[in-house]
């Protein structure tokens, strides 16, 4: 499963190249409540057909509306408040105001940049002048996160490198949880150098690395952005995954496992010199307590774990 944002470029890109203009609308700015995040987009087809989401469902059907009526100019900053018109505030059920960069596109140039950079790892800036609509890529490589602002006449929107998600043991969670992991924009690496279970994975668009996981946490890219879970149920694997993880900026990292074997797991980390700091960083059982011991789900409460400590929800 690919993440919303690869989807919506991809998509956009196959109409452009089909013919069909297409309107790329952008969330620049929230005041009060929204559904939706600052940064993300949406593609709507020349004929109304639509790709993404901006509002959460709230405002997609007045924007196909209004393009089909030709009310938009080629690049513009649209503010749309509930507190202004009576049936804005029906859709927009939260109270708040949104500013979108609405822009007529014709050409992929100005969005196929997105997909080359997410590709190779590459943080960059598209920048758009709400004077000509003229679009630039530049290179950035000290942001953290898709962030948005405005300046001099223009709009600029960072992209940054997808964060990983690191997956110690290729069993039957991570089945589960890796094509999870995508769909939320997570580069998903999965790791077991086991030949057992490296030949029963079955997820051609994910492959295994045979690395050992120690290893392999010191050739990747690992930011605070970034979460590592051992899977494996097997010390010689986990807990060395975990010796590494644990002194990496990783903003979650984690193992599956029993509360008994959790407590035996700290007691082996105190002897591979991790300091307490370090041993309390680690999660464990990975997940939040489901009562459940089906694989499905397991994965499930794992990501919502993830995504918990992602949003500092405690």
């Known amino acids: 499963m690919k993440a919303e944002q690869q989807v919506i470029v991809e998509m956009a890109i196959d109409w452009l190249q089909s013919g069909y203009p297409v309107w790329w609308i952008s969330l620049i700015k929230v005041s009060g409540s929204a559904p939706r995040e600052v940064g993300v987009f949406i593609a709507i087809r020349a004929d109304g057909e639509v790709c993404g989401s901006i509002s959460g469902g709230c405002l997609e059907e007045f924007l196909v509306e209004r393009i089909q009526l030709n009310e938009f100019p080629v690049i513009s900053v649209q503010t749309l408040s509930a507190w202004d018109h009576d049936n804005l505030a029906l859709m927009l059920p939260c ?4 500013d ?10 100005s969005i196929s940049s997105i997909l080359s950079a997410s590709e190779n790892q590459k943080r960059i800036i598209r920048s758009v002048c709400l004077h000509t609509g003229e ?4 290179d950035h490589k000290e942001c953290n996160s898709l962030t948005v602002f405005r300046e001099n006449g223009k709009v600029f929107q960072i992209f940054d490198r997808p964060p990983i998600l690191l997956l110690i043991g290729a069993t039957q969670v991570a089945k589960y949880l890796a094509p999870m992991a995508q769909s939320l924009n997570y580069q998903v690496v999965v790791c077991d150098p086991r030949e057992l279970y ?12 045979q690395s050992m996981p120690d290893d392999l946490i010191k050739q990747i890219i690992i930011d605070d952005r970034c979460a590592i879970i051992t899977l494996a149920h097997d010390p010689k694997l986990d807990d060395m995954a975990l010796m590494e993880a644990l002194r990496s900026p990783a903003f979650y990292v984690a193992a599956m496992g029993s509360r008994k074997t959790h407590q035996k797991r700290r ?10 700091e370090q041993i309390a960083r680690l999660h464990g059982p990975a997940g939040i307590d489901i009562r459940s011991k089906r694989p499905a789900e397991i994965a499930i409460s794992i990501m919502a774990e993830v995504i918990a400590k992602k949003n500092n929800v405690e």
Request: aromatic share 4%; charged share 30%; proline share 2%.
């Open 95 to 98: 109270g708040g105001s949104l």
């Open 100 to 109: 979108l960069l609405i822009e007529k596109l014709t050409s992929e140039e």
């Open 135 to 138: 679009v630039e890529f530049l």
């Open 198 to 209: 490296q030949a029963s994975w079955s997820l051609a668009e994910i492959p295994v690395s």
């Open 267 to 276: 007691e082996r980390l105190r002897q591979l010199d991790l300091s307490e």
